[in-house]
């Protein structure tokens, strides 16, 4: 492992478990499990820690998945420039790096 994945790592915990560091979006499917729903799964990803080489192959803890209100619930973290118009041109560098998590259902990918 890399000082710089591990700076990738630690910097989409911070985006996955406070929801510091970037912007946060939802999709339609989980708007529509209602703002109780939303709270539990918002928690759920702050405590996630099932990765593993499967799920998380660059140790970079972006993408998890579980099951939540009878549905299969992801997330994912991507790494814009700061412009929001093109990939980060260096993710491990959060001056030229917007992340951007998405919280979506399994069936919305």
Not at 21 to 27: P, Q
Not at 43 to 55: M, R
Not at 75 to 94: N, Q, R, T
Request: hydrophobic share 40%.
């Amino acid at each position: 492992m890399t000082t710089q994945t591990e700076t990738i790592r630690a910097l989409n915990d911070e985006l996955r478990q406070h929801l510091l560091g970037g912007g946060a979006v939802m999709t339609p499917g989980i708007a529509a499990l209602g703002a109780e729903a939303i709270e539990r799964i918002v928690k759920t990803i702050a405590v996630f820690d099932d990765f593993c080489h499967a799920n998380d192959p660059y140790e970079e803890h972006d993408f998890g998945s579980f099951e939540a209100e009878g549905q299969t619930i992801f997330f994912k973290i991507d790494y814009f420039d700061k412009s929001l118009h093109m990939h980060s041109p260096d993710p491990a560098d959060p001056s030229v790096t917007e992340r951007v998590i998405t919280i979506l259902l399994a069936e919305e990918y």
